[in-house]
Structure formats: structure tokens, C-alpha cells
């Protein structure tokens, strides 16, 4: 069964960080493309970076110089670095995989993890 699995939520102190991550599992030979979104209480859910297939990464304003979006292809596993956390990054994170390859199956698209909530707070 392929899954797509979040962790490394939790609370963390303002100018804290957090380092989420997102495993792919169920034969996967590798993951393609990814991307994190988030959402708060009360507002829609925000892409807040994405990875492409070669490596380029790009970061909503807002997370700019703060966030780091990165990948362990020997791992099938996708990275979110998050430093000088905020109050306002408060939310739950959701990991969505945009391409991957199974052996078994070949290429799939748009899988969701189950989220993984980060609080900043004093």
C-alpha cells in the first residue's frame, strides 16, 4: 500500500526551529516532485514550498529565508526545515506528492499525508 506519512510536528518556542519530514512508502522508487502546504485555524490551505524533479525549490513569500524545502532520494523522504518560527506559522502541515514512481504500479500523482500540526508559542 503506498503512503505518504508526515512527522515532526509539535510546539516549538518563537524564533524556534523544526525540521518536518515526509516519507513515502509501498515500493517507491522515487518521488518526482513535492510540496508542503499549510493551514490555520479559520484560513484556507497555502502552499508554502515545493521541490521539483531537478531540484528547484521555490517558497511563498512569507517563509522566504526562513523555510528550507529539501529531499533524501535513498529515503523517498522530503524535508521542511522551518528556523526563526513564528506565531503566525502556526498550523497544521500537510506533505502532498506530486509525482511518484512505484515499482509495481509505475507513476502515481497527488498523494496527501494526514498532516502533522506545529504550534509556535511562548
Known amino acids: 500500500q503506498v503512503q505518504v506519512v508526515e512527522s515532526g510536528g509539535g510546539l516549538v518556542q518563537p524564533g524556534g526551529s523544526q525540521r518536518l519530514s515526509c516519507a513515502a512508502s509501498g515500493s517507491i522508487f522515487t518521488i518526482n516532485a513535492a510540496n508542503w502546504y499549510r493551514q490555520a485555524p479559520g484560513k484556507q490551505r497555502e502552499l508554502v514550498a515545493t521541490?521539483?524533479?531537478?531540484?528547484?525549490?521555490n517558497y511563498t513569500a512569507s517563509v522566504k529565508g526562513r523555510f528550507t524545502i529539501s529531499r533524501d532520494n535513498a529515503k523517498n523522504t522530503v524535508y521542511l526545515q522551518m528556523n526563526s518560527l513564528k506565531p503566525e506559522d502556526t498550523a497544521v502541515y500537510y506533505c502532498?506528492?506530486?509525482?511518484?514512481?512505484?515499482?509495481?504500479?509505475?507513476?502515481?500523482?497527488?498523494?496527501w499525508g494526514q498532516g502533522t500540526q506545529v504550534t509556535v508559542s511562548s
Open positions: 521541490i521539483s524533479s531537478g531540484d528547484s525549490t
Open positions: 502532498n506528492v506530486d509525482s511518484m514512481y512505484n515499482i509495481e504500479i509505475g507513476w502515481l500523482f497527488d498523494y
